[in-house]
């Protein structure tokens, strides 16, 4: 079978490796002709990037690089993004590089024509109703790594420098209006970021899969993208150019936030305050926090992780079952086991638990929490406490 398509769903994909080559004539296609390319500052001294830019200018595509973005994005990257696209007479951007980059990218897409400020389109009540759509510029969205899915995202998570807090800017056509995966542009990942990256995506489709909110389609595709992640992600963190694992771990992180318009829950509303004020990388603050957030949640998900099990092909199908084989996974690629080792101390747990509680992210647990359940999960992420809750 050749790992190869054109998909529309939710947005045109061409998927397969080498199809960057094809990036001028979708920038052609979406009336791009002088796109501004949204990457960081790491990727963006890399070959793969020059690489790019010479294939655009060769079929006379005027690209620019733009590439102050840094690992949980802050305001200033957007809007210093957009001063440079309007400086520049840009008619379009090409978002390129991990879940940051693509963030930024769509972003800046959405900021080129709007009065309002950046935070005054939070994803919060009707507030996307304030964007003035003719405004917004397309966006051509081109992923290097598999975890976040944000190429097949309608949001963009930027953190709020006024209160540390990562925010969530939203609009229906933030969704990029073209998206190019090709696995190949994965391969200079190192293992130990495909391994946090390849657990982002497991956290999408698994929070989804266990959100109570009715959405058969997005739960269909969580349980696929979680065998994808199950078959795939240890050969991928095992051998970097095994161009079969890279594919399907790239499809599994876009299906993972494809998955995720169903919900979240507090994986996503434990991480969001770390990265926000301690900078830790999201998904590897997800991998932690995977499996204590599965035992607090243990009543309300047995029945859902019975029916996982059995799709996964796992002995004695249920939830002991799907941690077992979490934990296995995590130890396989090297995740660590507490939050402590990624410098979240038991001081912090009633520092961030009024940030958990409010994230949009908490309102899509299967079981309600309390800014008090917060600080006692932190403190169980913190401290290696795998025991349910009380009364749990």
Not at 32 to 45: C, E, F, Q
Request: net charge negative; hydrophobic share 40%.
């Amino acid at each position: 079978m050749e790992l190869k398509g054109n998909w529309n769903y939710p947005t045109a994909i061409r998927f397969g490796a080498g199809r960057i080559r094809e990036l001028p004539e979708v920038c052609r296609t979406l009336g791009m002709h002088r796109p501004l390319l949204v990457t960081d500052a790491g990727l963006a001294k890399l070959p793969m990037v020059t690489d790019t830019v010479r294939l655009c200018t060769a079929e006379g595509i005027g690209c620019v690089v733009y590439s102050d973005v840094q690992g949980n994005p802050v305001a200033d990257n957007v809007l210093y993004g957009v001063a440079t696209y309007q400086a520049g007479g840009h008619d379009g951007v090409i978002a390129f590089g991990g879940g940051s980059a693509l963030d930024v990218g769509k972003a800046v897409g959405l900021m080129v024509g709007q009065v309002r400020p950046l935070f005054d389109f939070e994803d919060r009540d009707d507030w996307f109703l304030r964007v003035n759509v003719s405004g917004m510029a397309p966006v051509l969205a081109v992923p290097t790594t598999a975890g976040t899915g944000s190429e097949v995202g309608r949001a963009s998570v930027i953190t709020d420098p006024a209160d540390h807090v990562k925010k969530i800017i939203f609009h229906p056509r933030m969704l990029p209006a073209a998206v190019i995966e090709d696995p190949e542009l994965t391969f200079g990942l190192p293992p130990n970021i495909t391994a946090a990256t390849g657990m982002d995506a497991l956290s999408h489709s698994l929070e989804a899969f266990c959100s109570p909110s009715y959405h058969p389609l997005a739960e269909g595709i969580a349980v696929e993208g979680m065998r994808l992640v199950k078959e795939w992600l240890p050969a991928a963190v095992a051998n970097g150019r095994d161009v079969e694992a890279r594919s399907h771990m790239l499809i599994a992180s876009s299906m993972g936030a494809t998955a995720f318009q169903k919900g979240l829950g507090a994986m996503h509303s434990l991480s969001h305050p770390c990265g926000a004020n301690l900078n830790t990388h999201h998904g590897l603050t997800n991998a932690v926090v995977m499996p204590y957030v599965l035992v607090w949640n243990r009543q309300a998900i047995e029945g859902r992780m019975r029916r996982l099990a059995a799709y996964l092909g796992l002995e004695n199908p249920g939830f002991d079952a799907v941690l077992q084989w979490v934990l296995q996974l995590r130890r396989q690629i090297g995740i660590p086991n507490t939050l402590g080792v990624l410098g979240v101390g038991t001081e912090h747990a009633r520092q961030f638990a009024p940030a958990a509680l409010a994230d949009p992210s908490t309102g899509g647990n299967p079981l309600p929490m309390t800014e008090r359940d917060f600080e006692q999960l932190y403190l169980n992420c913190i401290r290696g406490d795998l025991r349910p809750p009380a009364g749990g």
